[in-house]
């Protein structure tokens, strides 16, 4: 029997049931696919926005703040460290590089980060155009920052006082960018980089900071007292085992490892994620319900039909894999329409994380994702067309054309 | 065409059937000998299990007792999927209210009879139908669309699409006025005759009777 084209007829005779059910399907679908890649990529995002920081040194307080703060550069600093105690820290030989990082001012919300040539050990950079600064005021951009704020070595700007806009502006101390960094895939990227002493020139009070202007190209003569935190770069994985303790040990200091607190957000998230994915379980489910209702009202609507066919020789089965040709074509719709609005809608939510969080997600769905959707949209389907279809098998063909 | 083939010749031939409702035996249906090309009616009051025989005729309900052959086939002792495909193939049904599938266009309904049955509709035999019952201009209409009149000619082309046999219909008149009922029996009577089936009209309107070969009145029974 044309079992589909019967089954798509049927379908488009009710179209307005048959949308929908595919609407709140592909809800359903759009939902567990995004917590499907939100679990998965989050944490890599989360990785390689980290760059190589397998460590960050900062005043005492929340380990979580100092990652968000001076790894992932989504939130302010809670104070300063000093700057030679904590590197006399960090002197071990299980560290790879160091590098303080001195934050408080931006330039069109791009974070302005005095820091040390070592930051691009520890991150893994290196300079897609110009050269690394030699003199305070001389900066390097990321190459998200460059690419957003149009720099170029040879370029100038003038930051703002403050981590957010509407800051006052140094107006008096523009830098000069000298090179742009090859995008790292981490939180880098975003941010422009200057030598550290740049941050406490500008910083000082007027008088001294235009004696240190004056003396731009050469050293300054400024020793920079504190920084807002130290990132470090291990040389095996073994020192996160030792490191992290030493640091917290002191009065000052506190230490916080990237890696431990992602993991220690995943756990905390954990509940959340279970959440959503329950929603959309859920939203799924009432698809499901949905379509098995409509499938329901659509067999009961049309048993003369499906005696009329019984009646004309076709066989209980093929009544029934109507029912099934019907559940399986919505579940189908379903499966597009939500894979295509996770397609459509993933990259504006990955630009808004690579905005607003500095994570660089990928949204695409793998054939993994796609194989375990279709597989849950069939068992939906199935489910829902079960009772239809037996109903349908069962028509009763003398009843119905007695009528 | 099709998977039955007949030596009989009648295409239909019962003895001592007898139905039943709620379990007790109600109506006999007359011996019937109907043979290729011939036309007779079922009479009998309204209860009087004319339709029942019909159902019992077609394979869909069982008569409590008697046998029913359609061509050289025991139609009862075929097991139901074979009763279904044997209904498919050798028998056309013409219902009162024609029943047509709404959802599709006229040809799909002739092609669904056609597959319903495990068969292809042939398609000279299609064009063939749809121009003797003047159904071509309406052939990729949908079945909800058509008029009364129109919907009568595609249910009796949808009985005839798989060169049946035997055709059944059910109180084709019933419903229709003078004209209308004198043009369906007309219609119907040529096109069985031209495709060599017999055919038995279940009905209690006296209207059909001129238009038939011979006539037989449903029995009382128990």
């Known amino acids: 029997m044309r079992t589909m084209g019967l089954a798509w007829a049927f379908l488009r005779r009710r179209w307005g049931q048959a949308l929908l059910s595919v609407i709140v399907g592909a809800l359903g679908v759009a939902a567990v696919e995004t917590v499907a890649i939100a679990e998965r990529e989050l944490p890599k995002a989360a990785e390689r926005a980290f760059g190589g920081v397998d460590l960050v040194v900062g005043p005492k307080g929340s380990a979580l703040d100092l990652v968000l703060c001076c790894v992932l550069h989504v939130s302010d600093p809670r104070g300063l460290v000093p700057l030679k105690e904590g590197m006399d820290v960090l002197r071990n030989p299980m560290v790879a590089a160091a590098a303080p990082i001195a934050l408080g001012d931006s330039v069109h919300g791009r974070r302005i980060v005095g820091t040390t040539p070592d930051i691009l050990t520890i991150y893994r950079a290196h300079m897609a155009q110009g050269a690394i600064w030699t003199a305070p005021l001389q900066a390097v951009a990321g190459s998200d920052a460059a690419r957003t704020l149009g720099l170029k070595p040879g370029a100038t700007f003038v930051g703002n006082h403050g981590l957010g806009p509407g800051g006052e502006e140094h107006a008096k101390f523009p830098y000069t960018v000298t090179g742009i960094l090859a995008p790292t895939g981490s939180a880098l990227d975003r941010l422009i980089l200057t030598d550290i002493q740049s941050v406490y020139i500008i910083h000082r009070d007027p008088d001294d900071a235009e004696e240190a202007k004056a003396g731009q190209g050469g050293p300054t003569g400024f020793g920079p007292p504190a920084a807002t935190a130290i990132l470090a770069s291990f040389r095996s994985p073994v020192a996160m085992a030792f490191l992290p303790r030493l640091v917290d040990a002191t009065e000052r200091f506190s230490a916080a490892s990237p890696a431990m607190e992602t993991a220690r957000l995943a756990r905390a998230g954990r509940p959340v994620i279970l959440a959503v994915t329950a929603v959309g379980v859920l939203f799924a489910a009432i698809a499901a319900a949905t379509a098995a209702t409509a499938l329901a009202a659509a067999m009961s609507g049309r048993a003369r039909d499906l005696a009329l066919l019984r009646a004309l020789g076709a066989h209980p089965w093929e009544i029934a894999a109507i029912a099934a040709a019907e559940a399986a074509m919505l579940a189908a719709g379903a499966l597009a329409t939500g894979v295509a609005a996770v397609a459509g809608l993933a990259p504006w939510g990955a630009s808004l994380l690579a905005e607003r969080d500095g994570l660089l997600v990928t949204v695409a769905p793998t054939g993994q994702d796609l194989a375990m959707l279709a597989a849950g949209a069939l068992a939906a389907a199935l489910a829902a067309a079960a009772v239809p279809a037996l109903r349908a098998a069962r028509a009763p063909i003398e009843t119905v054309l007695k009528a | ?222």
């Open chain 2, 1 to 222: 065409m099709g998977g039955f083939v007949t030596t009989s010749p009648h295409c239909l031939r019962t003895r001592g059937v007898l139905l039943d409702r709620d379990g007790r035996v109600f109506a006999r249906l007359p011996d019937v000998d109907l043979a290729p090309g011939r036309i007779v009616a079922l009479t009998g009051t309204s209860g009087a299990g004319k339709t029942t025989a019909l159902l019992a005729l077609a394979g869909i309900r069982p008569p409590r007792e008697g046998s029913i052959q359609v061509g050289d086939t025991d139609l009862w002792s075929l097991p139901p999927s074979g009763r279904d495909r044997l209904r498919g193939q050798r028998i056309g049904l013409v219902f009162q209210s024609f029943h047509l599938i709404d959802a599709v266009s006229v040809e799909e309904n002739l092609r669904l009879a056609a597959s319903c049955a495990g068969l292809r509709a042939e398609p000279g035999h299609l064009q063939t139908l749809l121009e003797t019952l003047d159904i071509v201009a309406i052939r990729h209409r949908r079945a909800d669309r058509l008029s009364q009149g129109q919907a009568q000619r595609v249910a009796v082309a949808r009985a005839l699409v798989n060169r049946p046999a035997l055709v059944l219909a059910d109180e084709p008149t019933s419903a229709l006025d003078d004209g209308n009922a004198r043009a369906l029996l007309d219609l119907l009577a040529r096109v069985v005759r031209e495709q060599g089936a017999g055919l038995l009209i279940a009905t209690h309107d006296r209207r059909a009777l001129d238009a038939v070969d011979a006539s037989l009145a449903m029995e009382a029974a128990g």
